[in-house]
């Protein structure tokens, strides 16, 4: 009788956003034909991979630092007869292959974000001791062309690449250096995905993309495309991010007014209230831009939830440029949001520039942001409360008897239920919120 291989270990840790999450489950689903199974440890794991961003230095030297560890652990494999294969995948790969082979040389292989479908055969020629260690290919295509279409999904939500790369140029970003060209997958294939995860359970998809709302796979753009993925049987909800307010188009606003499936949540980045720092951002908008723009669309969806990305301490950032940032934020007033101090990132134009802000001043803006910011929040969650919402039931709570959802604007809310209502959307009426989450209970139709 033939015995079957042992299983494999695959241990995959995911920096950054949420197209490195879809991309490490698509690289897991490369993987299982080759018998390796997803663990939760990476003591022990026969394959490792890092799957990078390059948006921060922290961000960056925290995967240095994680190599280090994975360096020791390799060598305990190995003293106990085993071997440890270690791949750096994402942006740090595509920005600093040579700098990573170099700096840690326990690293088996550098593989960027448009190469990730070539790992079965990269491994192999690892394994071989033949053929390159560094493989960072700008071929969104081939790269989605050469994925499984059977997806691996466990959850009743999922991400779902639509677009990739970016032509915008923003002086401080390295995405276009590292994921290219803006590339919109043809809308067929996306519906087809899109099938076979309502197949599976999913009820709620997230389109992925750096500029998602540059999608320009079918007729109508991203709006044509969210009409579609309405039709699809069984998915109930979508949402889309990262926008840009540049392609934020008349079509799409439309579509948040009258397209049900598409949920009342919009994450729109401004990073910026000052139209001097913003031209200096190359950002392509002013505030007022901004704000019409908002306006417009909270004519179409008058209960949207807005979230928005923010830079402080940009180089040339004076008191008064961050004072508009400020106005801006009471003027539109958030639900949510992401604020960073600036992080110089090598070969961004920005990097170079003069007027760089001390870190004790970027420091200081920051908490002022912030705590704007969440002041914003808690009153966005506590505008809910006593409102009956429908609440997709998306796993089991921390406690006995709990079970976790989100509310149409993203919210998180946690509800006494059993775990066989997971996958359903059912009204909660809203009893109680905090800055991050809202608590509820379920109501019952009437016998």
Not at 380 to 391: E, I, K, L, T, Y
Request: hydrophobic letters at 40%; charged letters at 25%; aromatic letters at 6%.
């Amino acid at each position: 009788m033939t015995q079957s291989a042992p299983e494999k270990r695959l241990y995959i840790k995911t920096y950054g956003c949420q197209m490195n999450v879809y991309d490490s489950e698509r690289m897991a689903d490369v993987l299982r034909p080759l018998g390796y199974a997803v663990t939760d440890e990476p003591e022990g794991a026969d394959l490792v991979v890092l799957n990078t961003c390059h948006i921060r230095e922290k961000a960056t030297e925290k995967v240095y630092s994680e190599l280090g560890q994975l360096k020791l652990m390799k060598r305990r494999k190995a003293d106990a007869g085993g071997t440890m294969n270690i791949v750096v995948a994402g942006c740090v790969a595509q920005a600093e292959g040579e700098e990573i082979m170099r700096r840690q040389p326990a690293v088996d292989l550098v593989v960027g974000p448009q190469a990730y479908h070539q790992l079965p055969e990269l491994i192999a020629r690892t394994h071989r001791a033949t053929g390159e260690r560094l493989s960072a290919d700008f071929a969104a295509d081939e790269k989605f062309d050469a994925l499984p279409t059977e997806r691996h999904v466990t959850g009743v939500t999922a991400f779902l690449t639509v677009q990739e790369g970016c032509d915008k140029f923003c002086t401080f970003c390295v995405v276009p250096y590292t994921r290219g060209g803006e590339w919109s997958r043809p809308a067929d294939a996306v519906i087809a995905e899109a099938r076979d995860l309502a197949a599976k359970g999913v009820r709620e998809v997230t389109l992925l993309g750096q500029n998602v709302n540059a999608y320009d796979g079918c007729d109508g753009g991203l709006a044509g495309l969210v009409r579609q993925l309405a039709k699809v049987e069984g998915l109930d909800r979508i949402r889309y991010t990262t926008s840009h307010p540049r392609d934020m188009d008349e079509a799409l606003i439309a579509a948040h007014g009258e397209v049900e499936a598409l949920m009342p949540y919009l994450h729109l980045p401004v990073q910026s209230g000052s139209d001097r720092i913003l031209k200096a951002m190359n950002r392509g908008h002013t505030a007022e831009h901004y704000l019409r723009l908002v306006e417009r669309i909270r004519a179409a969806r008058p209960d949207i939830a807005m979230s928005c990305d923010f830079i402080v301490g940009f180089p040339g950032e004076r008191d008064s440029d961050f004072e508009a940032t400020l106005s801006l934020v009471r003027e539109v007033g958030y639900a949510g949001s992401f604020s960073f101090k600036y992080s110089r990132r090598p070969g961004t134009p920005a990097s170079a520039m003069p007027g760089q802000v001390a870190e004790q001043v970027m420091d200081e803006r920051l908490q002022r942001l912030n705590a704007l910011l969440q002041d914003q929040a808690a009153a966005f969650n506590q505008s809910v409360v006593g409102r009956v919402a429908p609440v997709l039931i998306e796993k089991t709570g921390r406690h006995d008897g709990q079970i976790g959802g989100r509310s149409p604007w993203l919210q998180p809310v946690h509800i006494d239920g059993p775990a066989s209502l997971i996958g359903q959307i059912l009204p909660v009426r809203i009893e109680a919120a905090t800055r991050n989450s809202l608590t509820g209970s379920l109501v019952l139709e009437p016998a």
